[in-house]
């Protein structure tokens, strides 16, 4: 019974002993109810905040493969392409999926 009712521990980053039942409720009413996923994946939410990246003055680049993120001090500075070109910002925002942005960590 325990295992069945520590299914859901992994969606919310702790410990069955450590997570309060409520948390465990709320995750398991959720999945009861059916979960939510975007009409057309989760590339239509990166698609939703383009006009906001370039409302305040970002670049936002597509369908260009990325073949490294470029680290100054500790933290991401820029992505360098396959294709050579190299693109440095305060911020850089990755809509290929963790799988894929880690495949570029240095």
Same mark, same amino acid.
């Given at each position: 019974?325990? @295992?069945?009712?520590?299914i859901? $521990?992994? /969606? *919310?980053?702790?410990?069955?002993?450590?997570?309060?039942?409520? $948390?465990?409720?709320?995750?398991?009413?959720?999945?009861?109810?059916?979960? /939510?996923?975007?009409i057309?994946?989760?590339?239509?939410? @990166?698609?939703?905040?383009?006009?906001?990246?370039?409302?305040?003055?970002?670049?936002? +680049?597509?369908?260009? %493969? @990325?073949?490294?993120? +470029?680290? *100054?001090?500790?933290? +991401?500075?820029?992505?360098?392409?396959?294709?050579? %070109?190299?693109? /440095? @910002?305060?911020?850089? $925002?990755s809509?290929?999926?963790?799988?894929?942005?880690?495949? +570029?960590?240095?």
């Amino acid at each position: 019974m325990k @295992a069945i009712l520590s299914i859901y $521990v992994g /969606y *919310y980053g702790t410990l069955t002993n450590d997570s309060p039942f409520l $948390v465990h409720a709320a995750t398991a009413n959720h999945y009861f109810h059916g979960s /939510y996923f975007p009409i057309g994946g989760s590339k239509v939410i @990166a698609e939703g905040l383009l006009g906001r990246v370039i409302e305040n003055g970002g670049n936002v +680049i597509v369908e260009a %493969e @990325a073949e490294k993120l +470029i680290f *100054y001090d500790g933290k +991401i500075c820029g992505v360098r392409l396959k294709s050579g %070109e190299n693109f /440095y @910002a305060d911020r850089v $925002v990755s809509a290929m999926g963790v799988k894929n942005s880690l495949k +570029i960590l240095p």
